[in-house]
T-cell receptor, first 113, second 117 residues
Framework: QQQVKQSPQSLIVQKGGISIINCAYENTAFDYFPWYQQFPGKGPALLIAIRPDVSEKKEGRFTISFNKSAKQFSLHIMDSQPGDSATYFCAASLQGGSEKLVFGKGMKLTVNP | NAGVTQTPKFRVLKTGQSMTLLCAQDMNHEYMYWYRQDPGMGLRLIHYSVGEGTTAKGEVPDGYNVSRLKKQNFLLGLESAAPSQTSVYFC????????????????FGAGTRLSVL
């Protein structure tokens, strides 16, 4: 049972464009939603995260939009750069013990110069 | 700080062989995790630990065992390797005890690429 569904699986955008990655979750008890960025040959690293009590969080060119009623959240990358080319994972977790993360399947982003 | 260190980086095994993957963290974190990453499957949790001497099963624990005898180390064992265990394995740690934001950040190692022939 996949608890976090991520789409699309891959995306190609031009430099300066907007990249949008969508995720949907099933477990309404999830209360923490991070996005991780992974470059080839490296481990994932936290990019940005949101809690369900806010609808949007922005850090530089990266914005998370959260829709609690629809059980969906998305990552927007503004002014995409070739250096943003990586695999992006959304995740969700349930607080109160182990803070285990359930990851989406990932999306490979390619930003062409 | 080295952060999270995984050894070895690469390994080739024959079916039926055993091996241990070592994860070491120098951040005094309470929580540690082992994931496997397969193409198109994302990251799946194998086992995790919420403190020294504790372990628990994750989403895909079959065929693996773990131990956390020291707070800084988390070992992942394959007793009898199978081709289905060919994957990239990642270890991660998180503080588990700091404020909400800090305790939720998982820090990942660079991974171990394992091939089972």
């Amino acid at each position: 049972q996949q608890q976090v569904k991520q789409s699309p699986q891959s995306l190609i955008v031009q430099k300066g464009g907007i990249s949008i990655i969508n995720c949907a979750y099933e477990n309404t008890a999830f209360d923490y939603f991070p996005w991780y960025q992974q470059f080839p040959g490296k481990g994932p690293a936290l990019l940005i995260a949101i809690r369900p009590d806010v609808s949007e969080k922005k850090e530089g060119r990266f914005t998370i939009s959260f829709n609690k009623s629809a059980k969906q959240f998305s990552l927007h990358i503004m002014d995409s750069q070739p250096g943003d080319s990586a695999t992006y994972f959304c995740a969700a977790s349930l607080q109160g013990g182990s803070e285990k993360l359930v990851f989406g399947k990932g999306m490979k982003l390619t930003v062409n110069p | 700080n080295a952060g999270v260190t995984q050894t070895p980086k690469f390994r080739v095994l024959k079916t039926g062989q055993s091996m241990t993957l070592l994860c070491a963290q120098d951040m005094n974190h309470e929580y540690m995790y082992w994931y496997r990453q397969d193409p198109g499957m994302g990251l799946r949790l194998i086992h995790y630990s919420v403190g020294e001497g504790t372990t628990a099963k994750g989403e895909v624990p079959d065929g693996y065992n773990v131990s956390r005898l020291k707070k800084q180390n988390f070992l992942l064992g394959l007793e009898s390797a199978a081709p289905s265990q060919t994957s990239v394995y990642f270890c991660a740690s998180s503080s588990g005890t700091s404020g909400f934001i800090a305790k939720n950040i998982q820090y990942f190692g660079a991974g171990t690429r394992l091939s089972v022939l």
